[in-house]
């Protein structure tokens, strides 16, 4: 008997003109697929989303910021440490550049040039120059070429650098000003090409007379460790301060994640929809079938086993749904930019036009296409229950006393 549950749930599910053929039925796999397909794609452009947004944001700012008075102990423990991808002296300030009759804020990093490959990606982005031109007196920039469109600005220009420097007691601004060469340009497409220009850290130094801490940026092989690292290298010898990138770029990406699983919720009810036209079905199926039920009980089915049958029914429309919208998801997701602009040369349109990206990009991630998967392989088994249950509660007498 053990097999029964199985056999009699397959066979209606597979067999007669009411039972897996049924509108209910066909809506109950499409609405699954089109839900799982769904999934697949958004949640695979969101992490595509948050690939690039981090490589092109993070991949340039500091992951840590270290001030030290003792460099030397500082630079034996972060070459000991495993969670270092790169190290270097570091420099950071805000400051105004002005060229001719335009201006702008921008950040102003003053750099190692020659250190500046293992620590970021801007010496792979740039477009014109070279960040070793960025010698010490050299008074030589290098700018985002937008920032640099936005100015009116070309290689061998001079533009004026204006930085607000607080004085030690805090109770008065002094402006330092230079006069600065710009010997190249960078393109990382992202909000930095707006508001970022690199400097050699010698020359910086020299324009805000720093005589503070010395600052060391370090990049990470994890950037989410940033914070339990900063906790770790407040405790080495000598460090006086510890800043990361969750301070500058935290809620940014937060309010990234948390779209992403809004997106993921919402879409979820796709699944749970269909859910409910499962619940409807196998209703039905149970209203239609109260007399071979009856049957089966009289026979020796168990009410546990009837309602066996009754939940492998509706989970073989809710496994096929599933593996039927991963299989036309998961292609889907990885070509999504193609496919996305071959609607966009159909129409004339551009669908990420005024942004920083050319094309929609895609991340399959194994771990979210489980979720999607296990998600909703458990709404269509709790949607059998209820329905299954109700079947296993007829009582045999009463409904073969009218047949």
Known sequence: MASVPLIVGLRYAGTGKKQFLSVVSRVSLIGLVLGVVALAVVVSVMNGFDRELKHR????????????????????????????????????RSGLVIHGQQTRLVSVYGVEPGKEQSVSIVPDHMVSGDLASLSPGTNRVVLGRPLAFQLGIVTGDTITLIIPEPSRGGNAVTPRMARLVVAGFFELDSELDYKLLMID??????????????????????????????????????????????????????????????????????????AFNIVSGLSMMVKEKQADIAVLRTLGLSPGQVMQTFVIQGAIVGVAGTLIGMVIGLPLAYWVGTVVRFFEDLSGTRLLAGTYFDRVPSDLRTPDLAVIVLVSLLISLLATLYPSYRASRLRPAEVLRYE
């Open 57 to 92: 944001i993070l991949g340039a700012v500091p992951h840590v910021m270290i001030e030290t008075k003792e460099p030397a102990a500082l630079r034996q423990w972060l070459a000991a440490s495993k969670d270092v991808a790169g190290f270097a002296p570091f420099l950071r």
């Open 201 to 274: 850290r010698h020359d910086l130094s020299g324009i805000v007379r720093d005589a503070g801490d010395e600052t060391w940026r370090v990049t990470l092989h994890d950037i989410f460790r940033a914070p339990a690292f900063a906790a770790e290298a407040m405790k080495q010898q000598g460090v006086t301060g510890v800043s990361t990138w969750t301070d500058d770029y935290g809620d940014f990406f937060r309010t990234v994640r948390m779209e992403k699983i809004m997106m993921f919720v919402l879409l979820t009810l796709i699944v749970a929809i269909a």
